[in-house]
């Protein structure tokens, strides 16, 4: 069994647990970052892509909405390209209490965050599709973030400090000596090959999954799993976060992002971070929902449901999960169970993610004698290489925050029509080979990295383009991330289109009526009665497969 030697070893490739590598690194300290499956494809990637303002939360979590408000202005400094500045309304519809409009605001400068209230009509010169019986309009600070390229940047930037982050690594325990955790046993699902990781602290920084991996360490973590339905509409509707203006509720947000405007979101208590269903009620509460802030919102068109996995941290009884706080916890185990050598970070949000990691850092310094202040609010960095146009309008300088043209102007400016992968998206033939470059393991890592697929045909039209690319790739460039061309095969490559299509059909299926359910049919009759798509699965399974985004579920797809 290989052997790693590190000083803190950190479970967990969402926002928080790249945010600690990343610190780790930057003040000298060895660290090594392990994922089960790709960056983010827990909660991370599968939220709405809001940067909190701190509103939502200024009258019943109030030091959460101060928390929002600080690193709101540090997350758009120090990672510009992942941010839009879209600005944010809370507005007060017919179904809300007018009086609420006074209440938030004086809680908005309670809580330093900032606010302004605007006129109705300067609203809707700006969003002209919004509700004109709104009553009252107040101006945040919210912002949209593409979580996806967040955590590449981050992942980046932590590397080049010197820290190691291996993907596709799941935690099978935790090596327990006495009253102190010295380390861990994992497994790389690519090559099934297990590996020891000696560290002096390990920081458990799982999210929802943080529960499992303290219980591994003989230690309780009580973690709820807060389920969260999102809807993604094909139309850009509004270029501003819409918010009602009340107490945080299922269906009262809109968020644009990139192509698209979210929906969201519901909070459902579920057992199981991994085991979850979308509920047809829970998509039709947020169209009916959204039409009181966009009248005729239900008439556009629904491109897929999803659904994250909230990490509250319960350490008090409540009503529901509504109540529990959005703040973070740092859980020190050696204080607080007697077993040493592991902490816990729970809770917490997107927006927050750096703070967090911070406090987390802070405590293990102090702990190993380093006395290097944190410097991850200073640094600004380095947009990952897939996203190369991360500059100004013109691609070039300083990285700039994301605008919604950046990649039209990109495409105009190198004349690239010609080499579009993913016309949907503005994907061209350059991008897409960056991040298979990168080491994307398989299509939904592509998709997360450059948006491919994500638009209104889902893929219909580039996912055999990109399957292509991969092969080519993959067998072109013997030894690129240690996949040999003589171990990727035709049968690899039918094995990544297939599961990408199965996972594209989850987020499909709650949505399948009008212009969606024909976009799907033809995305059928494109795969199945053209391509014979439904053959290639036996002959798949013949090959030795893919590393997917599920582990659980690993052994039905080859390794790659």
Same mark, same amino acid.
Not at 237 to 266: E, F, Q, S, W, Y
Not at 487 to 504: D, G, M, S, V, Y
């Given at each position: 069994?290989?052997?790693?030697?590190?000083?803190?070893?950190?479970?967990?490739?969402?926002?928080?647990?790249?945010?600690?590598?990343?610190?780790?690194?930057?003040?000298?300290?060895?660290?090594?970052?392990?994922?089960?499956?790709?960056?983010?494809?827990?909660?991370?990637?599968?939220?709405?892509?809001?940067?909190?303002? +701190?509103?939502?939360?200024?009258?019943?979590? &109030?030091?959460?909405?101060?928390e929002c408000a600080i690193e709101n202005a540090i997350l758009r400094r120090i990672m510009p390209s992942s941010i839009e500045d879209t600005s944010g309304f809370f507005v007060v519809t017919p179904?809300?209490?007018?009086?609420?409009?006074?209440?938030?605001?004086?809680?908005?400068?309670?809580?330093?965050?900032?606010?302004?209230?605007?006129?109705?009509?300067?609203?809707?010169?700006?969003?002209? @599709?919004?509700?004109? %019986?709104?009553?009252?309009?107040?101006?945040?600070?919210?912002?949209?973030?593409?979580?996806?390229?967040?955590?590449?940047?981050?992942?980046?930037? /932590?590397?080049?400090?010197?820290?190691?982050?291996?993907?596709?690594?799941?935690?099978?325990?935790?090596?327990?000596?006495?009253d102190a955790v010295v380390g861990a046993t994992v497994e790389d699902l690519r090559s099934g090959e297990q590996k020891r990781i000696d560290c002096a602290f390990v920081l458990n920084a799982a999210?929802?999954?943080?529960?499992?991996? /303290?219980?591994?360490?003989?230690?309780?973590?009580?973690?709820?799993?807060?389920?969260?339905?999102?809807?993604?509409?094909?139309?850009?509707? =509004?270029?501003?976060?819409?918010?009602?203006?009340?107490?945080?509720?299922?269906?009262?947000?809109?968020?644009?992002?990139?192509?698209? /405007?979210?929906?969201?979101?519901?909070?459902?208590?579920?057992?199981?971070?991994?085991?979850?269903?979308?509920?047809?009620?829970?998509?039709?509460?947020?169209?009916?929902?959204?039409?009181?802030?966009?009248?005729?919102?239900?008439?556009?068109?629904?491109?897929?449901?999803? /659904?994250?996995?909230?990490?509250?941290?319960?350490?008090?009884?409540?009503?529901?999960?509504?109540?529990?706080?959005?703040?973070?916890?740092?859980?020190?185990?050696?204080?607080?169970?007697?077993?040493?050598?592991?902490?816990?970070?729970?809770?917490?949000? *997107?927006?927050?993610?750096?703070?967090?990691?911070?406090?987390?850092?802070?405590?293990?310094?102090?702990?190993?004698?380093?006395?290097?202040?944190?410097?991850?609010?200073?640094?600004?960095?380095? @947009?990952?290489?897939?996203?190369?146009?991360?500059?100004?309008?013109? +691609?070039?300088?300083? &990285?700039?925050?994301? *605008?919604?043209?950046?990649?039209?102007?990109?495409?105009?400016?190198?004349?690239?029509?010609?080499?579009?992968?993913?016309e949907c998206e503005l994907v061209t033939r350059a991008r897409m080979q960056a991040a298979i470059d990168s080491g994307a393991k398989n299509l939904d890592d592509v998709r997360r990295d450059v948006?491919?697929?994500?638009?209104?045909?889902?893929?219909? *039209?580039?996912?055999?383009?990109?399957?292509?690319?991969?092969?080519?790739?993959?067998?072109?460039? &013997?030894?690129?991330?240690?996949? %040999?061309?003589?171990?990727?095969?035709?049968?690899?490559?039918?094995?990544?289109?297939?599961?990408?299509? %199965?996972?594209?059909?989850?987020?499909?299926?709650? =949505?399948?009526?009008?212009?969606?359910?024909?976009?799907?049919?033809?995305?059928?009759?494109?795969?199945?009665?053209?391509?014979?798509?439904?053959?290639?699965?036996?002959?798949?399974?013949?090959?030795?497969?893919?590393?997917?985004?599920?582990?659980?579920?690993?052994?039905?797809?080859?390794?790659?």
């Amino acid at each position: 069994m290989q052997t790693i030697s590190t000083d803190v070893l950190v479970i967990g490739g969402g926002a928080t647990g790249l945010g600690c590598v990343r610190d780790l690194a930057m003040r000298g300290m060895r660290a090594v970052l392990v994922e089960k499956g790709d960056l983010t494809h827990g909660t991370t990637g599968r939220y709405h892509g809001l940067l909190h303002s +701190g509103g939502r939360y200024v009258t019943k979590d &109030p030091q959460s909405a101060t928390e929002c408000a600080i690193e709101n202005a540090i997350l758009r400094r120090i990672m510009p390209s992942s941010i839009e500045d879209t600005s944010g309304f809370f507005v007060v519809t017919p179904w809300d209490d007018p009086d609420y409009g006074d209440v938030f605001e004086a809680n908005c400068h309670k809580t330093g965050v900032p606010v302004q209230e605007i006129s109705v009509d300067e609203m809707l010169r700006r969003e002209p @599709a919004l509700n004109p %019986q709104i009553s009252r309009v107040f101006e945040v600070h919210d912002g949209s973030a593409d979580s996806f390229l967040a955590a590449h940047t981050n992942a980046r930037s /932590a590397r080049e400090h010197g820290a190691q982050v291996l993907t596709y690594h799941s935690v099978v325990g935790l090596i327990r000596e006495g009253d102190a955790v010295v380390g861990a046993t994992v497994e790389d699902l690519r090559s099934g090959e297990q590996k020891r990781i000696d560290c002096a602290f390990v920081l458990n920084a799982a999210g929802a999954w943080a529960g499992k991996i /303290a219980a591994m360490a003989g230690v309780k973590v009580t973690v709820v799993p807060g389920k969260g339905t999102m809807v993604a509409m094909n139309h850009r509707m =509004v270029n501003t976060v819409i918010n009602r203006c009340k107490l945080p509720a299922d269906g009262d947000i809109i968020v644009p992002i990139h192509t698209v /405007a979210v929906i969201g979101t519901t909070d459902i208590h579920v057992p199981d971070p991994d085991v979850y269903g979308i509920e047809p009620e829970e998509v039709q509460l947020m169209l009916d929902e959204g039409e009181k802030l966009v009248p005729g919102f239900k008439q556009h068109r629904a491109l897929r449901a999803w /659904a994250g996995v909230r990490p509250l941290y319960k350490d008090q009884d409540v009503v529901n999960d509504r109540d529990i706080s959005r703040t973070y916890k740092l859980l020190d185990h050696a204080q607080r169970d007697g077993v040493d050598g592991i902490i816990s970070m729970v809770g917490g949000k *997107w927006t927050t993610y750096r703070l967090m990691a911070k406090d987390a850092v802070d405590e293990i310094a102090r702990r190993m004698g380093n006395t290097q202040p944190c410097r991850t609010a200073d640094e600004v960095m380095p @947009a990952p290489d897939f996203d190369h146009h991360s500059g100004n309008h013109a +691609g070039e300088g300083a &990285p700039s925050l994301y *605008w919604l043209g950046k990649h039209l102007a990109a495409v105009e400016q190198e004349h690239a029509y010609g080499d579009l992968i993913c016309e949907c998206e503005l994907v061209t033939r350059a991008r897409m080979q960056a991040a298979i470059d990168s080491g994307a393991k398989n299509l939904d890592d592509v998709r997360r990295d450059v948006r491919m697929g994500m638009g209104p045909c889902q893929g219909g *039209w580039c996912i055999y383009r990109t399957t292509a690319m991969l092969y080519e790739q993959r067998t072109a460039q &013997p030894g690129a991330d240690a996949i %040999q061309s003589s171990t990727f095969t035709i049968q690899h490559a039918n094995a990544a289109l297939l599961h990408f299509l %199965q996972e594209r059909w989850k987020g499909l299926t709650p =949505v399948l009526w009008g212009d969606q359910l024909r976009q799907a049919r033809l995305d059928e009759l494109i795969y199945v009665n053209v391509m014979g798509a439904h053959r290639l699965r036996s002959h798949a399974e013949q090959g030795g497969g893919l590393v997917t985004d599920h582990p659980e579920v690993a052994t039905e797809y080859v390794k790659a």
